[in-house]
């Protein structure tokens, strides 16, 4: 059973009575009653009823087309708890006088008032991920102490002092640290726990689009290549502003969001065997996420490609097996673009001297054949590709790539694969050009080591240490 979470989430996923402020065909805001749904990993929903005339557009003769529907960045509304509701990216659905139905990207709920929100701006929140205490390299208990057996005494934990982790640039400060609960009031238990969380501080505010795909997805991103699996958001929260300045919490609801946090177990922690410590490696996870943002502004193939497959586990090996030798194909290419440069000068230069060598010597029609048949780019491909990659990282990528059956197999008679990369490139063109099938479980046992190279690379590129690299190498 996992352990209770320090986390509590102030509202549940349920359907709630709403007052929504919906705006009016003449630029101001009308009252609607209504209801707001908010689900697990799901995009809010709700209704609205009542005389809706003033929100809609209506033609001669006072008729009214239907369907309507009006674009609502910002969309508020009371709920009969008490509390308010933000809707981001709101589109209002009229389907008649008295009825409409309202969908939404995200809805914020918090205790604050929201009735004059032209813009829903943040300059802090906080995100909880999955594995966070795995990747955190240190734990909140330093040590324990207790009564021995059957005598009075007392039972006590002493915490860390630098179990809290603070990195800070221009922009941002992001803390990764660890709220505690515990259970005292019971005579016959005492428990405690711990649950890590994720906060940050940014200079300047922004929108919860830029929230999420500028901090969000690259955190996830970033631990979700550390551990080699796909890894969930459990709760979301950012904050509002009052007027006095105090800041007020907000409960992000929307597609990817659990609304599950978790509490951390050695177990767990153990099993995911993440081969980065943020604290014993050194390694800043603001420094890693700034430089995914960088690599996804740059569009590197390596992000695009294999950032697109980490929540995508439950493909084919087929699929998988493809996407992977893609994603080792374009990061060679774009990161080698200087030196095939001048290996193209070069080619090109002697490619034309020879067609202008042979010229006096063949008649028009071999000519063309010729200049149609010779290479205009140096030898490349997907064999240069695993071989360079192979040769930067460190352990033995192509002794592992050789151990696996399907290789063995490609490299025996009658295909004589002369190498692991050769073999590779002689299964991809089987697959791609569908002129042959192979067994799952043999193009499984490539993709792991597959996936454990791109893993280990897209970890280089984001500065982590060879400590780091070597390890993913290593893992089983």
């Known amino acids: 059973m996992s352990r209770k979470t320090a986390l509590t989430l102030t509202f549940a996923p349920d359907e709630y009575l709403v007052t929504w402020q919906l705006p009016s065909a003449t630029g ?59 809707l981001i990216n709101a589109h209002v659905t009229y ?24 813009e829903a701006l943040f300059k802090s929140f906080d995100v909880q991920i999955g594995s966070l205490d795995a990747i955190a390299g240190v734990a909140p208990i330093k ?24 990195w800070s640039d221009a922009g941002a400060t992001l803390t990764l640290t660890y709220n505690g609960t515990f259970h005292s009031s019971d005579p016959y238990a005492f428990t405690m726990g711990f649950s890590p969380l994720l906060m940050c501080e ?33 709760c979301l929260t950012v904050y509002l502003l009052n007027q006095s300045g105090a800041k007020q919490r907000g409960q992000v609801f929307g597609s990817g969001v659990t609304q599950e946090p978790y509490g951390s177990e050695r177990e767990e922690i153990d099993k995911t065997n993440s081969p980065l410590k943020l604290k014993t490696d050194e390694v800043s996870l603001l420094e890693l996420a700034r430089n995914w943002q960088k690599l996804v ?52 230069e002697a490619r034309d001297a020879i067609v202008d060598l042979v010229k006096g010597s063949l008649d028009e029609k071999q000519l063309k054949f010729l200049e149609r048949n010779l290479r205009k780019q140096p030898p490349g491909g997907l064999e240069n590709a695993i071989n360079w990659l192979a040769k930067r990282l ?69 500065g982590c240490p060879n400590d780091v690299v070597g390890r993913v190498l290593k893992t089983s």
């Not at 324990?144 to 630098?162: M, Q, V, Y």
């Not at 690259?218 to 080699?228: C, F, H, M, Y």
């Not at 695009?304 to 080792?328: C, K, N, V």
């Open 202 to 234: 940014l200079a300047e505010a922004v929108s919860l689009r830029q929230i999420i795909d500028q901090w969000i997805v690259p955190l996830r991103r970033v631990i979700s290549v550390a551990t080699g699996r796909s890894e969930e958001i459990t």
């Open 28 to 86: 101001g805001t009308i009252e609607a009653h209504g209801s707001l749904t908010v689900e697990a990993d799901r995009s809010p929903r709700g209704t609205a009823h009542g005389d809706l005339t003033d929100s809609l557009d209506e033609l001669a003769g006072g008729v009214f087309p239907f369907p309507q529907r009006v674009d609502v960045p910002i969309l508020t509304g009371s709920l009969t708890t008490g509390a308010n509701v933000l």
């Open 95 to 118: 389907w008649f006088t008295n009825q409409a139905r309202i969908s939404a990207d995200a809805a914020v709920i918090t205790l604050a008032n929201v009735s004059n929100a032209d």
């Open 297 to 348: 502004a740059a569009h590197h193939p390596l992000v695009e490609t294999y950032g697109s497959m980490l929540h995508a586990l439950d493909q084919h090996p087929r699929s998988r097996f493809l996407l992977l030798l893609q994603a080792i194909e374009g990061t060679h290419g774009y990161e080698t673009k200087a030196s095939f440069a001048k290996r193209l000068k070069v080619h090109t």
């Open 394 to 462: 460190p352990g033995e990528v192509k002794k592992q790539l050789d151990e696996t059956e399907l290789v063995a197999a490609t490299k025996a008679a009658p295909i004589n694969a002369k190498n692991a990369p050769d073999a590779l490139r002689i299964v991809r063109n089987h697959l791609a050009h569908g002129t042959k099938g192979y067994d799952a479980s043999d193009l499984r046992g490539v993709v792991v080591v597959l996936e454990k190279t791109v893993r280990a690379h897209a970890l280089e590129l984001l």
């Open 143 to 166: 040590s324990t102490t207790f009564p021995k057996k059957g005598a009075a005494g007392t039972w006590a934990a002493e915490l860390r002092s630098d179990f809290k982790q603070e």
